[in-house]
């Protein structure tokens, strides 16, 4: 699902346009992206957290040559995701709140 179809569905089900839902989104993004920048974690209640963590510089090897590569330390985001997130992607009933 891309991001154009996200802002058809909600602009479906909420009756607004979709410039609106649009904007809606867009802020949403914006900032969840903001607050990961700041290092913030990003919790949506019965969905994940975003969180960013750093990664230590290590040694890797280039699969085709076996070559060693020196990969550098860096950020990245992680999401875990919720547990009713989960059995609702599993296909089960969810269990309450």
Known sequence: ??????????????????????????AILTTIKAS???????HLR??????????????????KTSAAVAIPARRVVRFRAGHLFKQAVAGAAPSGG
Do not use: H, S, Y
């Open 1 to 26: 699902m891309r991001k154009a179809e996200i802002v058809q569905r909600i602009a479906q089900e909420l009756g607004c346009t979709t410039a609106k839902a649009e904007a809606a989104v867009e």
């Open 36 to 42: 990961l920048q700041q290092g913030q974690p990003v």
């Open 46 to 63: 019965r969905f994940g957290t975003c969180q960013v963590r750093a990664t230590r510089a290590r040694v890797g090897r280039n699969p």
